[in-house]
């Protein structure tokens, strides 16, 4: 984390929760004159106080910390708004529907940012019966595979995992327009859109 709470979100927070400096000090079993302080940028507050400052402004920590406050408008609902962490450490593969904070093993996870296929990833998809049967032309070794493909529409989400040494290759039914995602462990997240 690159910042700490400001003194500056401390007071906007209070004041949108229309609370004295006195309100909060007490909440905290602090003094009006710290959160004076803290306002001020004269002082900032304990780290221990962090978790008891977020609940008193009714805020997460994380929120306190950046400033943003999350208000709930269902923007998620839409799958095409999903986001993807691959762990590098285990290779835990995670989904959102949306922003979240994602951490594992110890480190905070940016979302990945999907490429266009180069040649090297190069995609087959067959129509067999009812469903279509994608191919990644890639070398599946230990040391370089294809981790997982998924499809994603606005209403669905579906990911097949694979497994090195064996075959890059699964079925999907599509359904609409939508966007194809494959991850390389070597060379990142790639989509490309389907109809």
């Given at each position: 984390?690159?910042?700490?709470?400001?003194?500056?979100?401390?007071?906007?927070?209070?004041?949108?929760?229309?609370?004295?400096?006195?309100?909060?000090?007490?909440?905290?079993?602090?003094?009006?004159?710290?959160?004076?302080?803290?306002?001020?940028?004269?002082?900032?507050?304990?780290?221990?106080?962090l978790d008891p400052l977020a609940a008193a402004l009714d805020v997460s920590v994380m929120e306190l910390m950046s400033g943003n406050?999350?208000?709930?408008?269902?923007?998620?609902?839409n799958m095409l708004r999903s986001q993807i962490y691959v762990c590098p450490v285990c290779g835990?593969?995670?989904?959102?529907?949306?922003?979240?904070?994602?951490?594992?093993?110890?480190?905070?996870?940016?979302?990945?940012?999907?490429?266009?296929?180069?040649?090297?990833?190069?995609?087959?998809?067959?129509?067999?019966?009812?469903?279509?049967?994608?191919?990644?032309?890639?070398?599946?070794?230990?040391?370089?595979?294809?981790?997982?493909?998924?499809?994603?529409?606005?209403?669905?989400?579906?990911?097949?995992?694979?497994?090195?040494?064996?075959?890059?290759?699964?079925?999907?039914?599509?359904?609409?327009?939508?966007?194809?995602?494959?991850?390389?462990?070597?060379?990142?997240?790639?989509?490309?859109?389907?109809?």
């Amino acid at each position: 984390m690159d910042n700490y709470v400001t003194g500056a979100v401390i007071r906007r927070l209070r004041e949108d929760k229309k609370m004295t400096q006195a309100e909060l000090a007490s909440r905290l079993d602090v003094s009006p004159k710290t959160i004076s302080k803290w306002e001020t940028a004269k002082g900032l507050p304990d780290i221990t106080l962090l978790d008891p400052l977020a609940a008193a402004l009714d805020v997460s920590v994380m929120e306190l910390m950046s400033g943003n406050t999350i208000i709930n408008r269902n923007i998620s609902a839409n799958m095409l708004r999903s986001q993807i962490y691959v762990c590098p450490v285990c290779g835990n593969i995670i989904h959102s529907m949306g922003e979240a904070v994602i951490s594992c093993c110890g480190v905070t996870l940016p979302p990945l940012e999907p490429e266009e296929p180069d040649e090297a990833h190069e995609i087959t998809i067959e129509k067999v019966e009812d469903e279509q049967f994608v191919v990644i032309h890639h070398d599946m070794t230990k040391q370089h595979y294809i981790s997982f493909m998924a499809y994603v529409t606005g209403d669905k989400f579906q990911m097949v995992k694979l497994y090195p040494e064996g075959n890059a290759e699964c079925r999907f039914r599509f359904r609409g327009a939508g966007y194809l995602y494959i991850y390389c462990n070597r060379h990142g997240l790639m989509r490309i859109k389907v109809k």
